[in-house]
């Protein structure tokens, strides 16, 4: 999970990247593995572009704001 996203852009550069090692893992350690790659709606940004987001991310998570009762409780 990538956090803090606001714009698609900073999602796809950090997809890039965790696809690439993933790939580099698999290669030297013989295996492979499904991963997804998602990110956390933590900021307002996040939130007004998730639309554009959700183009890149594989799954959201939602931050304890959405929880059905208030973290402290």
Do not use: C, H
Not at 8 to 32: F, I, S, Y
Not at 46 to 60: K, R, S, V
């Amino acid at each position: 999970m990538i956090p803090l996203v606001g714009f698609k852009r900073e999602l796809d550069l950090q997809k890039e990247v965790v696809d690439r090692v993933a790939k580099e893992v698999m290669a030297e350690k013989k295996v492979k593995f499904a991963y997804s790659v998602g990110t956390m709606i933590e900021i307002p940004r996040g939130a007004l572009t998730a639309d554009e987001i959700a183009q890149t991310a594989e799954f959201f998570s939602f931050g304890p704001t959405t929880s059905p009762r208030p973290v402290w409780a």
